[in-house]
């Protein structure tokens, strides 16, 4: 596939995650807290978890694809020696923590969400948005050459 088309995919799907994180995180969750109903938020997650995951798995793969079409495959990964390299290891790194943040969110909190677990709930939200803000301004060092710790 072109790295231009890729491209267009990661973009979308930033668009998505990002966008739908800072509308939840903005937007939807200081509501939720000031009425300390945790309904609000269900309802959101309910039909932004159709379109917000599917968009994470399409820049994952369009994310990794445009890496090896770079020269970075899975053993140049975490060695940081390289501007462009550096940027896609940063990004795994952000990307591992993500993960971590959604399985906990899915797996140990919204399960059980009372209004008592809004607190813990927004301290997820407001993580995976800053992680998803933050590979988003890394993905913008590629086109000026990458990030040079050395
Ligand atoms: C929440 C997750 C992510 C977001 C929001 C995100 C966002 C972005 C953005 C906005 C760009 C800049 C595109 C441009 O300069 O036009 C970019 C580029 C890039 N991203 Fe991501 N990204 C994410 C995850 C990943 C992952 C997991 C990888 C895998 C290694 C990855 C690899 C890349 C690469 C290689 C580029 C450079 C593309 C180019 O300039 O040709 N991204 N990303």
Not at 46 to 64: D, N, T
């Amino acid at each position: 596939m072109s790295h231009h088309l890729l491209l267009i995919f990661h973009l979308l799907g930033a668009a998505i995650w990002v966008g739908g994180h800072l509308v939840l995180c903005l937007g939807i969750l200081p509501e939720v807290l000031k009425k300390k109903d945790p309904e609000i938020l269900l309802s959101f997650e309910r039909k932004y978890e159709k379109i917000g995951l599917p968009a994470l798995l399409v820049m994952v793969v369009s994310g990794v694809w445009m890496a090896y079409q770079f020269g970075f495959g899975v053993s140049e990964w975490f060695h940081f020696s390289n501007p462009v390299e550096t940027v896609v290891s940063l990004k795994l790194l952000l990307l591992f923590i993500t993960v971590i943040f959604a399985l906990s969110a899915n797996f140990l909190v919204l399960p059980k969400l009372s209004a008592e677990k809004l607190p813990l709930m927004a301290f997820h939200i407001v993580s995976v948005t800053l992680l998803g803000v933050a590979m988003l301004v890394l993905g913008s060092f590629v086109r000026y050459g990458g990030i040079n710790f050395n």
